[in-house]
């Protein structure tokens, strides 16, 4: 029994404390590795440098996921030789499992290539709205196998990069809001494109928002005559991921100026029309008009 205490106390002295060591050693370098990363993708906090400190945070991230795997590994594989396994078995053996392995995992090796050159090419970053196969979201993390999206109603998308086919990315370098104003035919277009001129420059005069209008605003013209409004299309540039403000404060000014000058955003409207037969009569239509303004049937 004494032999047996002493045996695991020696083991305790020389192996055990060898150990501890290694996973101080290893909270030490995962320590090291924030440290130096934070330090080297370091960012000025300045409104100009929004689309760098993305592509910062991106790489960082993956940076960070791979050494900290690396740091593991190495971590484990120097206490299996502390306990006395023979590492090099377990690599080869690793190896063998790991061609094995590399038959079904295709789709694997698909991801982490298309991951790369999402990541080389800058497509997606944190922080950007993109939509990706129809499903659309503000993307909260990027690795080498897939891309994490939160929807406006806060569901999680996870959409792995290989079947990643086509990106829309809405908030690179800049964003646009377009709008589709509708007004009745009666009204004078030249009248509304000025109004809508008048209300933007308000908004960029605005020190809410003047700092997220990058120009002002773009009036194409008339875009087209629907059933009972004339379209006239516009678009403004703003800042990455601030042209929802800017379009809904645009939307909520401009129909209150409408209001006040009297131009009228048309509703849709039906017209009844009741026939005529060959020789020109048409049935008797009665209406009932009551205080509320309501319809009878006659």
């Not at 590399?102 to 982490?112: P, R, S, T, Y």
């Not at 990027?142 to 990643?164: E, F, P």
């Amino acid at each position: 029994m004494q032999e047996y205490i002493q045996a695991i106390g020696h083991w305790i002295i020389t192996t055990g404390l060898q150990i501890v060591l290694v996973l101080v050693l290893m909270a030490v370098a995962l320590k090291l590795i924030n440290v130096a990363l934070d330090r080297l993708f370091r960012v000025k906090k300045e409104k100009d440098n929004v689309e760098l400190k993305k592509r910062v945070d991106t790489l960082r991230g993956i940076i960070r996921s791979t050494l900290v795997i690396v740091v593991f590994i190495l971590t484990g594989m120097m206490i299996l030789e502390k306990l006395g396994i023979e590492i090099g078995p377990l690599l080869a053996a690793a190896g063998v499992v790991g061609l094995a392995l590399g038959f079904g995992a295709q789709e694997l090796v698909k991801d982490i290539i298309g991951g790369f050159f999402i990541l080389l090419e800058d497509q997606i970053r944190v922080n950007d709205v993109v939509v990706i196969g129809g499903t659309g979201g503000l993307v909260e993390k990027v690795n080498l196998r897939m891309v994490i999206l939160r929807d406006l109603a806060g569901n999680v998308h996870y959409i792995r990069n290989g079947s990643i086919n086509v990106v829309t990315n809405m908030t690179k370098e800049y964003s646009r809001y377009v709008f589709d104003i509708g007004v009745a035919y009666r009204e004078d277009t030249d009248e509304v494109v000025e109004v809508i001129k008048e209300v933007d420059q308000q908004l960029r005069d605005d020190p809410a928002f003047k700092d997220d209008i990058l120009e002002p605003i773009e009036v194409l013209g008339v875009d087209k005559f629907a059933d009972s409004a004339v379209i006239v299309k516009a678009r403004t540039k703003t800042k990455p991921i601030r042209q929802w403000a800017v379009g809904r404060e645009f939307n909520r000014r401009l129909k209150k100026r409408f209001d006040q000058l009297g131009i009228e955003i048309p509703f849709p409207h039906t017209t009844l029309y009741m026939g005529q037969d060959k020789k020109g009569n048409s049935p008797i239509l009665n209406i009932n008009v009551e205080k509320n303004s309501g319809f009878q049937r006659p």
